[in-house]
């Protein structure tokens, strides 16, 4: 009996599991492809959930966030590159510009600089074969588009009329406040100077230099007067303008051109950075008064290079606040040679660091490569280097003068600009006065002046001759020089005051 009620039971077992199983199997086939769209739907809205959680207030509680699975890789496509655009270019003659060198164009070149400043890269085209007479004329930024180019194939004059210049003007073509300014071309920026010249040749300041160069009969050097090339006899202002000129301006480029006969300085920087001037000429006659080739002045980062510089005062003029400077493979004369200075006129601070002057060539000139300050100023010269430089018939080929005074009269003062670090090497060629002029502060003496491989012979011709003349100066001999410059003394001076902070750079 108890057999049989285990028998049954079992039994029992079995017929409920079958139709458990029977039940469930066809529970999930009736739900079919709607149960996976639902799944599928409920997993999104899952995902949206702990989305919104996650952005939102902080959970309650310590469940765990699943991590994210990694998306597909992004296939790398670089886009073509954008078309370049084609340079717009504004000739001067489409904006009535004549180009007979009579009619005043400085309107048409004023409206061309106007459409040409709202267009970057553009271009401003000074056609060849046509002369521009254009009056004192400003190209001004700062709000134009950069890197502007003048396609300069023409020649522009300047106007030789009084009336044209008012009581004076320091400048004839301004360059201000631009990035990126190019000038280029095969075109002559022409300053007509000769005008300017004759009017006031007397009341220019003289190079200082030049009491040191006597002839046989004992006469001064004088500035002979140039005759008047100009239409006009009427007197020209006392203050002479400075042909082209840049200010404040970074990455410019002056290239291919010719400047010539400009009123006082040809080529002038003031305050920018990044220059570079190369393959271009100034031209001026050699007894024109106070034209330098190319003035530097609180500019940094200049090279100049592959130039031709025929002037009536310094090929190079480098002024306080220039930095960086290299000069290489230049031919300068006739001038006054490549010059630092003149530094600290009227007690004021100068600094100048860091340039280098190679192989250039300078036939004819007053100087070779020169630093000249003022008595009474304050500031440093330091790491300058002249080094292949080829004179032929240079007066001066190596001066350092801290006395300079371009004026009849000047007092004596104990401070002075520090010049250190000063380095001559492969100074070669022929004299005719002095080979080396060294003029050193008293007080402040010049420090690390080396001299390597000077050799200077001289041509006698219608000076008088004097030996290597040298005060206050000290360095060192690296190599025998022809010829021996006995009076550099070696070492540093025994006592040397120390700069105050006032004085120092």
């Known amino acids: ?37 639902s799944r599928a739907a409920s997993a999104s809205l ?44 504004f000739n001067v003659l489409d904006f009535g510009a004549k180009g007979d060198g009579e009619t005043d164009d400085t309107k048409a070149f004023q409206a061309a600089w106007a459409s040409a400043c709202k267009v970057e890269a553009s271009t401003i085209m000074v056609p060849s074969d046509y002369i521009f007479l254009v009056g004192p004329i400003s190209f001004s930024g700062p709000y134009c588009e950069a890197n502007i180019v003048f396609q300069l194939d023409g020649t522009i004059i300047a106007p030789t009329n009084a009336k044209a210049w008012g009581s004076g003007l320091l400048w004839w073509i301004e360059i201000t406040k631009l990035r ?7 075109g002559v920026i022409d300053g007509k100077g000769s005008v300017w010249w004759q009017d006031s040749p ?28 100009s239409k006009q006899g009427s007197k020209m202002p006392s203050i002479k303008p400075t042909a082209l000129r840049f200010y404040g301006s970074f990455n410019v480029t002056v290239t291919g051109i010719t400047i010539q006969n400009s009123p006082q300085c040809h080529l002038k920087f003031d305050n920018c950075v990044g220059v570079s001037i190369y393959d271009m000429n100034v031209s001026s006659p050699g007894d024109s008064v106070n034209t330098d080739g190319i003035h530097l002045q609180n500019s940094k980062d200049v090279l100049i290079h592959t130039a ?23 031919k300068c004369g006739p001038g006054h040679g490549i010059s630092i200075g003149g530094l600290g006129r009227d007690s004021t601070k100068a600094c100048v660091s860091n340039i280098t002057v190679r192989d250039i060539i300078m036939h004819n000139t007053m100087n070779g490569v020169r630093i000249k300050t003022w008595q009474g100023g ?5 790491g300058v280097l002249f080094s292949n430089i080829q004179v032929s018939e240079v ?39 002095k080979p080396v002029h060294f003029a050193c502060s008293d007080s402040l003496p010049c420090m690390d002046v080396t001299l390597t491989g000077i050799q200077l012979t ?36 025994s006592s040397n005051r120390i700069q105050s902070d006032h004085d120092s750079c």
């Open 1 to 37: 009996m108890r057999n049989f009620s285990f028998r049954r039971l079992a039994f029992m077992l079995l017929i409920a599991l079958l139709v458990w199983c029977s039940s469930s199997g066809t529970c999930h086939a009736r739900r079919g492809k709607h149960w996976r769209q």
């Open 46 to 89: 899952s995902k949206k959930k702990s989305k919104s959680h996650s952005s939102g207030s902080h959970h309650h509680g310590g469940s765990k966030s699943k991590s994210k699975a990694p998306l597909p890789p992004k296939q790398d496509i670089t886009p073509p590159p954008p078309e370049k655009k084609a340079s717009e270019s």
């Open 180 to 186: 990126g300014i190019t000038i280029q071309g095969s």
């Open 202 to 229: 007397y009341n220019d300041p003289f190079d200082d230099e030049a009491k040191l160069i006597i002839p046989f009969n004992n006469t001064a050097q004088e500035n002979q007067p140039i005759p008047i090339n």
């Open 308 to 330: 031709n510089l025929a002037c009536g005062d310094d090929c190079v003029s480098i002024q306080t606040g220039c930095s960086n400077v290299y000069i290489h493979n230049v």
């Open 378 to 382: 304050s500031g440093s010269v330091q």
């Open 395 to 433: 007066e001066l080929p190596i001066v350092i003068d801290q006395f300079y005074c371009d004026k009849q009269k000047c007092k004596n003062q104990t401070s002075a600009v520090a010049l250190s670090g000063i380095t001559y090497e492969k100074i070669r060629g022929t004299y005719t006065v």
């Open 458 to 493: 001289p041509l006698q011709e219608r000076y008088h001759m004097y030996d290597p003349f040298c005060w206050q100066t000290f360095g060192e001999l690296t190599t025998p020089t022809v010829p021996p410059i006995g009076c550099l003394q070696i070492g540093k001076p």
